[in-house]
């Protein structure tokens, strides 16, 4: 535009001049005293390149134009959908945070307060999970449109990823009117939704903090209310709970810790290291129990008896374990054919009636032969649901995966499971190896017994936790197979093993690890 008024302002102050100085009358009689030079052929010349620059110069602009104003399309059109969830088309979490920023900048109106809503489905995973995902995009898109259109205005809604939204509710005369603007959510899901032609009931637990009462800045604010939500899913079922001071430290560790881990394992940063399963004659490496490994950002290594009970907690154990699984198939294709590779396998995944054909689908894709494959379970997760375990633990079987019974000894030991789980092998806690040969001679008979029982029903022992020649010595007296402990080797990274089996001697190579 400036460029048009420029180049018109100039062609029109040239004309301008040239009248002033009679230009043209100068000309005529320049071109009459040298009229041998023809000159006037060369500014007519001169006058049509003249006119062709200035339309050219024109076009330029023209389309100079058009250029900027579709960049200008471009990239606001880049910043909505930077701004929006592509499936429901709702503001998303960066949105969320700076209308919460803005709101906050400005604070309430007097004697008024801002609600946060952070809202949580509950059932949504069985539908994605049992229905595909295509039925769990349709329902989250359905809900989207009925939260909408919930209220009219004074609110915005959006959805932060997965089965998460929230909503912020302003300038609300105070507890009540936020009180019912949670009804109003929780009444919404009362009906049944419907996707994949199917109706599916889903619930909501929903975490509210209060702006100014419960933080003045909008990051204070969705963490309080995170807090809530948390607090909210514990007490179970479909339920609501606003923020409060009391909502301790305690709370607000967990919860990091639980979002720490949660990145932790869609980063890979989990990772699996391998301690070498051995038969204690002939000190060969006959297998390696896969251990999960973690070191946190900032509190460095964290054990798995930390981590692992709070991913079972939080359903985040099946990606965990099947990642790892994954991971350590791989890594157990590089070793030589006849070792084993151990994988825990927790208990809660053991009431997840498609744990076995996840396993052997894990299986099939990484190309690991099933039998090369001993999942180890404790006795407890039978206990809690026998018949679904048998009907997890009988697939694996059929397919040639072996399963260990682990730590020995510390639960039930229920001669009723050995016989009606066909297990192929039992690991002796290590409490009992620890005792090996020391003052309790009752200890030394329960080991004794453990092998007897286990040889009589052909099982394969391990005794686990042997750090010392002499408990080792002592097991292989007493009739047992394989051992595992720190005298053999402490869990080593997948590099390590791999430099560990090229070795000629590879449980000396172990030391120097
Ligand atoms: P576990 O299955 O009984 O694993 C053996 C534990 O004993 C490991 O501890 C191992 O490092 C430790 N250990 C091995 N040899 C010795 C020894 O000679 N002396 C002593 N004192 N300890 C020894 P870690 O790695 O800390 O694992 C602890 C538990 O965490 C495991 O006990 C297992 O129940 C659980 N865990 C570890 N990784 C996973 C996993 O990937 N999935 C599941 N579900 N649980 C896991
Ligand atoms: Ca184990
Ligand atoms: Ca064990």
């Not at 932060?160 to 939204?165: A, K």
């Not at 923020?243 to 932790?264: G, K, N, P, Y």
């Not at 409490?431 to 009589?456: F, H, K, W």
């Not at 869990?491 to 120097?512: G, M």
Request: net charge negative; proline share 3%.
């Amino acid at each position: 535009m400036l460029d048009g008024i420029i180049l018109l302002a100039s062609t029109t102050c040239l004309f301008a001049l040239a009248a002033h100085f009679d230009f043209a009358e100068r000309l005529e009689d320049f071109i009459q005293d040298h009229e041998s030079w023809q000159l006037d052929e060369i500014f007519l010349l001169a006058g049509f390149l003249s006119l062709a620059t200035l339309i050219f110069a024109f076009r330029r602009i023209q389309d100079q134009r058009v250029e900027i104003r579709l960049r200008n399309e471009a990239e606001s059109a880049a910043r909505n959908l930077a701004l929006l969830d592509p499936l429901t088309g709702l503001p998303n979490r960066r949105h969320l945070g700076e209308v919460l920023d803005n709101a906050m900048l400005q604070g309430p109106a007097d004697g008024r307060c801002h609600a946060v809503l952070l809202i949580d489905l509950n059932g949504f995973k069985r539908v994605n999970d049992g229905f595909g995902h295509p039925a769990g995009d349709e329902l989250l898109v359905s809900l989207s449109k009925r939260l909408s259109g919930l209220f009219k205005e004074g609110t915005f809604l959006a959805r932060l990823g997965g089965d998460e939204f929230a909503l912020i509710a302003f300038d609300l005369s105070g507890l009540d009117a936020a009180t019912a603007v949670v009804r109003k959510v929780a009444m919404a899901f009362e009906e049944p939704f419907f996707a994949a032609g199917s109706e599916h009931i889903i619930g909501a637990s929903i975490g509210i903090a209060l702006a100014p009462q419960d933080g003045t800045l909008g990051a204070d604010l969705l963490r309080r209310a995170d807090i809530a939500l948390y607090r909210s899913k514990e007490s179970g079922g479909s339920s609501s709970c606003f923020f409060e001071e009391s909502m301790d430290d305690l709370v607000l560790q967990r919860i990091t810790m639980e979002r720490d881990l949660r990145h932790a394992i869609v980063s890979g940063d989990v990772l699996s290291h391998y301690q070498p399963i051995v038969n204690l004659k002939t000190q060969q490496i006959v297998g390696f129990e896969a251990l999960a490994r973690w070191t946190h950002p900032t509190k460095g290594n964290m054990p798995p008896d930390r981590f692992i009970p709070i991913a079972e907690d939080t359903a985040l154990i099946r990606d965990l374990t099947e990642s790892l699984l994954r991971r350590a198939c791989r890594d157990a294709l590089e070793w030589p054919d006849h070792i084993v590779l151990s994988v825990n396998l927790s208990a809660v995944l053991l009431r997840d009636r498609t744990m076995g054909l996840r396993v052997l689908a894990i299986l099939a894709e990484t190309g690991l032969n099933p039998a090369r494959l001993a999942i180890e379970i404790t006795e407890s997760s039978l206990v809690s649901d026998l018949e679904l375990a048998q009907v997890v633990l009988s697939r694996l079987r059929d397919a040639g995966v072996q399963i260990a019974l682990d730590d020995f000894g510390t639960g039930y030991s229920s001669i009723y499971h050995l016989r009606n789980f066909r297990f192929d092998k039992i690991k002796i806690d290590r409490s009992y190896v620890d005792a090996l040969g020391g003052e309790d001679p009752e200890n030394d008979a329960i080991v004794r017994a453990m092998l007897g029982l286990g040889q009589g029903l052909g099982l394969t022992i391990i005794a686990e936790g042997v750090e010392n020649a002499e408990q080792r010595d002592c097991l292989i007296r007493k009739g047992c197979e394989q051992g595992q402990g720190f005298l053999f080797g402490k869990a080593l990274s997948a590099k390590d093993v791999a430099t560990l089996l090229a070795d000629a001697d590879p449980l000396r190579k172990i030391a120097s690890l």
